[in-house]
């Protein structure tokens, strides 16, 4: 429980920020500011671990405990940072870049070891920091400083990765919606075990308006659904547009067509074990006639790693007939040298 109210100036360090001015980031920044200070924690238990790359100056601009890792290590460090102490709040930053290519193996594992930390991936789509190279979420044909004919690759998704992961906790938000992210965020800290929320970032230099389909004035409304746990699947300017369950599928309708009512929208169930729709609302994108999904999309509860490793260890302890290092030295054969 924490001593003292806290408002987000008081996670603000004295550093200058040095991303580009309108870069998504500083947005991002702002949203977990935001969300510390709402959570009931002592400043000093918070902790948060970066790698490398432009989102990985993070710990320099918060007035927190932190660390700056090598690059797609920070999934390393967090998980040791929090096994060693589990009252730590631990936040993870990282990149499509540094989460998802050198750092890939280490995210997935982290994931279904569902050790207790919240995991902030901003995904612009791109390497920022090196200068534009194509990532592993770089759009399939995209052109860029390393593709210049359109990359031949194509991209991950995230979400399919926790889920792939046995991942029980994958939220979707944008930079520039802070509200929303924030309340995000919190929700992530609450669950207890390995939280992942992907946060589509713009980078205003090397792909600027990459998420434009989804964001502009003219089509967000139908382009975005907001999940919201136990609330029907609606959306669209007019919120007459849902989804529904074709067989296997999941189908867009519009309410008052075709006999479609709001009795018959997908009523959103973040807490399904069986990841099947969580799967699909993960993959919905815009090419395919779809809103992209945003919120909390699977949160499901299950014991995490340092919860488990805590019990193993008192459990041990309490059928071991070694409880000091003499019962250590004198156990086995021993001998006594006159």
Not at 44 to 57: K, M, N
Not at 168 to 197: P, Y
């Amino acid at each position: 429980m924490a001593d003292t109210k806290y408002n987000f100036k008081d996670f603000k360090s004295d550093q200058e920020i040095r991303w580009c001015p309108g870069c998504g980031d500083i947005a991002i920044l702002m949203s977990v500011q935001k969300a510390m200070a709402a959570l009931d924690y002592d400043k000093e238990d918070y902790a948060v671990i970066s790698g490398i790359g432009c989102s990985s100056r993070f710990p320099y601009y918060m007035n927190t405990y932190g660390f700056h890792g090598i690059h797609g290590r920070a999934g390393v460090l967090a998980s040791g940072v929090k096994t060693a102490n589990p009252k730590l709040s631990v936040w993870q930053i990282t990149g499509d870049g540094d989460g998802l290519a050198i750092g890939g193996n280490h995210f997935i594992h982290e994931i279904r070891r569902n050790i207790d930390l919240n995991i902030v991936l901003f995904n612009n789509q791109i390497y920022g920091l090196t200068k534009g190279q194509y990532s592993p979420t770089s759009l399939f044909g995209q052109v860029t400083k390393s593709s210049p004919y359109g990359t031949i690759e194509q991209p991950f998704h995230p979400g399919e990765l926790v889920i792939g992961a046995r991942g029980k906790f994958f939220a979707r938000s944008i930079d520039n919606k802070v509200a929303d992210t924030t309340e995000i965020l919190i929700q992530a800290d609450k669950h207890k075990g390995a939280s992942v929320v992907e946060i589509l970032q713009n980078c205003v230099i090397y792909n600027n308006g990459a998420h434009n389909a989804i964001t502009s004035k003219e089509t967000r409304d139908d382009n975005q659904i907001w999940l919201k746990h136990g609330e029907p699947m609606i959306f669209g300017k007019e919120k007459n547009k849902g989804l529904i369950l074709d067989g296997l599928n999941l189908k867009v309708v519009t309410i008052g067509e075709n006999g479609i009512s709001k009795d018959d929208i997908l009523v959103h169930d973040a807490h399904q074990e069986l990841p099947y729709i969580h799967l699909a609302l993960i993959n919905m994108a815009v090419a395919d006639g779809f809103p992209v999904a945003f919120g909390i999309i699977r949160s499901v509860e299950a014991p995490s790693y340092e919860v488990l490793l805590e019990e193993q260890i008192k459990d041990v302890q309490s059928r071991s007939k070694i409880k000091n290092v003499d019962d250590l030295l004198l156990s086995g054969n021993t001998w006594t040298v006159d």
